[in-house]
């Protein structure tokens, strides 16, 4: 009878270990990797949609300053989490949320809904409106136009 050799197929139990733990060691290091880049993500979405907000903002106070103030407004619609912007009465603009920004970011404002800008560029009253991102609640901005100047400021909110 001839002898039968025998061929393996397959890994041994130590060849199996060593590429778990080569693939343990590399997921402990990647995780906090993508963890803290959705993080920085999100916080310059935030940033960035309160950058477009003040730009909107600024152009509608400058454009009051040609003598459109009555008829130029900011409106803030909480139920829909978008934001209008009419010239000369008439609608030009309607960002929403959602689009803006993934669906991530919120309004939430407590009294203040609309603004307007006197032919001298200031705004009716004080407004402000806290912008919050869903996933991290942590991440806030308080973004406000002050009274008689039309200064806008935006802050963090810890």
């Given at each position: 009878?001839?002898?039968?050799?025998?061929?393996?197929?397959?890994?041994?139990?130590?060849?199996l270990l060593a590429y778990i733990s080569i693939y343990l060691l590399l997921l402990t290091l990647v995780v906090p990797?993508?963890?803290?880049?959705?993080?920085?993500?999100?916080?310059?979405?935030?940033?960035?949609?309160?950058?477009?907000?003040?730009?909107?903002?600024?152009?509608?106070?400058?454009?009051?300053?040609?003598?459109?103030?009555?008829?130029?407004?900011?409106?803030?619609?909480?139920?829909?989490?978008?934001?209008?912007?009419?010239?000369?009465?008439?609608?030009?603009?309607?960002?929403?949320?959602?689009?803006?920004?993934?669906?991530?970011?919120?309004?939430?404002?407590p009294n203040t809904w609309q603004l307007r800008f006197s032919d001298e560029g200031a705004p009716n009253g004080y407004?402000?409106?806290?912008?919050?991102?869903?996933?991290?609640?942590?991440?806030?901005?308080?973004?406000?136009?002050?009274?008689?100047?039309?200064?806008?400021?935006?802050?963090?909110?810890?």
């Amino acid at each position: 009878m001839a002898a039968c050799s025998r061929s393996r197929a397959g890994f041994t139990m130590v060849e199996l270990l060593a590429y778990i733990s080569i693939y343990l060691l590399l997921l402990t290091l990647v995780v906090p990797c993508v963890k803290s880049i959705t993080a920085a993500g999100s916080r310059l979405e935030l940033e960035g949609f309160c950058q477009r907000l003040a730009a909107d903002i600024s152009a509608l106070q400058q454009d009051s300053l040609w003598g459109n103030s009555l008829q130029n407004k900011f409106t803030l619609d909480l139920n829909g989490q978008s934001y209008n912007i009419y010239r000369g009465g008439q609608l030009q603009k309607t960002v929403r949320l959602a689009e803006a920004g993934q669906g991530q970011l919120y309004f939430y404002s407590p009294n203040t809904w609309q603004l307007r800008f006197s032919d001298e560029g200031a705004p009716n009253g004080y407004f402000y409106v806290l912008i919050k991102n869903r996933q991290q609640p942590q991440l806030a901005k308080k973004f406000e136009v002050q009274p008689v100047t039309g200064r806008i400021v935006i802050s963090d909110i810890k």
